[in-house]
Structure formats: C-alpha cells, structure tokens
C-alpha cells in the first residue's frame, strides 16, 4: 500500500490537435504545470482520419499556429499530408507534454479539483480545457427508410478517396465546404447528385482563409471597442483549386433538395420524385464531442456548453477551445485558434492565481 499523494496538475488539456496544441503553446509560456492527453495514437488530431485529398482552404501563410509559419508561402493550399508533417513538427519542436493514447472518459469536480476518469487511471486538475473538437461526433440526419436502403451510407468522416465509387451513382448530401470538395473529386469518377438544405452559397474566388482570417481580426477589435461586426460565414464554399476546377465542369450547376426518405435503390421526395443512388456521403457536419464533460451536469439541449468566450460560466475552472464559433470566431481552423488560445491561457493564468 503506498500513501503518495497524486500529482495535481495546474491544467490538464483534453485533446492533441490543433486546438490543444495552440492552447500549450500558450501555457509553456508560463510557470503553470499543465499536461496533454490525447486519445489518440499519433499527433495531428482528426487530421490523421481526413480524407486524402482534403485541402485547407487558406493559403499556408495564413494556415498558421502561433509561433511557427506553415511552410508553402501565400499562394500554396496544405494538403492533408502537410498539415499532417506541419502538426507533428510543431508537437515535437516545442516538446509539449503530451500522454497518448489516453482517452478521457469522465470529469467531475469535488470541492477546486477535477477528476478525470481516464484509460490510463484517474488525473486530478485545478483547471481543465477541453479540446477534444468535433470530429469523432459525426451528425447524420435521421431520415425514414434507412434500414431498407440497399447501397452504402457514410459520413464525411469515413470517406477517404474516390476510387471505391467507380462508376457508382452517389448523392452527396451537403452544402459547405466538405460536400463541395468531396463532389468535386467524387463526380470525376462517378455520376453525382448534390442535395443541399440550402441553395449552395460560393464566396468569390480572392475570398479564402486569409480573407477569414482578416475578419477575424476586424471582429476582434469590434469587440475590444464596442462595436458589432459580423463576419462572413465560414459556411459557405471557398473557392479553392478542386472547387474551381468542378465548378468549370459544371458540377455545381444542378442541386436538388434536401429528401424525404430513403426507398429500396435509393432516395425519394414526398411530391413522388425518386432518384437511385448506389451510395449516399453525408456531409452534414459534426456536434461537439463533449460526452466525457457529462457528469459536470452543465451540457445545454442543443449538446453545447454556455460559454463566455472560451470559458464555462456555469462552472470555475472549464475552458473549451476549438469547438466553433461559439468558442471564437473561426476557432475550429487553424487559422482562428491562436487568438482564443491565448486568451484562454491570460484567463487560466488570472484564474489560477
């Protein structure tokens, strides 16, 4: 039987991507004991589970976490593999203190410590973020009829390239960015069917990530002065190389609705109309991945946490980075995370002290 006491770090941070990457970065900068746990096996979070040819979407000049310019300069879009090097270079150059593959199942809070039931045994903290992002919470709307559907249902998350669709009919189901690019690869193998919510929006071609990233900032200084400043949406289609070149080809030129319900070959609407489809790519987004934060008892209906910023406000000592606009402005990109991150690290500071 051994009487050691357990070691309470400062902050312990939920997650291994970009987001807890940017927030670490941070804290190294200060005296604060802080530590990561990532599920998980290698660095560079979801990027490790996109799809080949996935793209950012802002030139690598302006796809940057703090500290460390992506290499690629102001005309070049990262590929996967990049963002991929990129990441791993960042975690190794700045020798964060990262545990993987820990997987944290549950946090609770007794008295100013949280305890977080992990894989790898229990870890105690004065503060905790969590960046855990979205990524392993895939959406998918419910729609009658799936269990009859014959041919493949996937979401964007499992997609990796275009080749297993040869000479398939898939409908994409999807408006933004990832349905967008995974059509534009998808129609060059197969025949193709766009479903949109919403009639599809396409920014003009000299709006990308650095435009965003602009925005970002304009915000920022608003809000530091009292003003209000709305940001283009990140929603709609960035026109980078892929995009452009299918919409040469004319892929965005026809787009039906969202439907009603699957039927035996495929998928119908409620005026009749039925389309076949071998396969259906749900490309419609992903909910917070926040299910190891239930027992704080603070997770709202909608599956979000309120948040002033970054921080929890129904309970002291909860930061979250990285999760969406609600979190900051562009906070799921690259290109936004840096600033939330180091408020977040001046207001763990403040906090701790």
Not at 7 to 17: F, K, N, Q, S
Not at 74 to 79: A, E, I, K, L
Not at 269 to 298: K, Y
Request: with cysteine; proline share 6%.
């Amino acid at each position: 039987m051994t009487n050691e006491r357990p070691t309470i770090y400062d902050v312990i941070i939920i997650g291994g991507g970009q987001s807890a990457l940017s927030v670490a970065y941070y804290l190294r900068r200060t005296t604060l004991k802080y530590i990561l746990l990532d599920a998980a096996t290698l660095p560079a979070g979801s990027w490790q589970h996109a799809w080949k040819s996935l793209s950012l979407f802002s030139p690598a000049q302006w796809s940057s976490l703090p500290g460390v310019i992506m290499p690629g300069g102001q005309h070049h879009y990262p590929s996967r593999a990049e963002t991929i090097a990129y990441l791993t270079a960042y975690e190794s150059r700045y020798k964060f203190p990262v545990e993987r593959p820990v997987t944290v199942t549950a946090v609770d809070k007794r008295e100013d410590t949280f305890i977080l039931t992990t894989t790898a045994g229990y870890y105690y903290a004065k503060a905790v973020v969590s960046a855990t992002g979205t990524f392993s919470n895939p959406f998918i709307p419910h729609i009658p009829g799936t269990g009859i559907f014959n041919g493949t249902l996937i979401h964007s998350s499992q997609y990796r390239e275009p080749e297993i669709f040869a000479g398939k009919r898939v409908a994409i189901v999807g408006e933004g960015n990832s349905g967008a690019q995974i059509l534009a690869e998808v129609s060059k193998v197969a025949a193709t069917l766009w479903i949109t919510l919403q009639p599809p929006r396409f920014l003009p071609d000299d709006i990308d990530g650095k435009y965003l990233f602009d925005a970002a900032t304009r915000q920022y200084e608003a809000k530091q002065q009292g003003r209000d400043y709305q940001p283009p949406s990140l929603g709609h289609i960035v026109m980078v190389p892929s995009v452009k070149e299918a919409k040469e080809r004319g892929v965005y030129a026809h787009f039906l609705p969202a439907f009603d319900h699957f039927y035996k070959d495929g998928i119908a609407w409620a005026n009749g109309q039925q389309e076949a489809a071998d396969a259906i790519i749900f490309c419609t987004g992903f909910r917070p991945a926040l299910s190891h934060l239930a027992p704080l008892g603070i997770i709202q209906p909608d599956g979000r946490i309120k948040t002033n910023n970054t921080k929890a406000t129904g309970i002291n000592g909860l930061w979250l980075t990285g999760y969406g606009s609600w979190t900051g402005f562009a906070s799921a990109t690259l290109i936004g995370v840096g600033r939330t991150a180091r408020q977040t690290v001046e207001e763990l500071s403040s906090f701790l002290q």
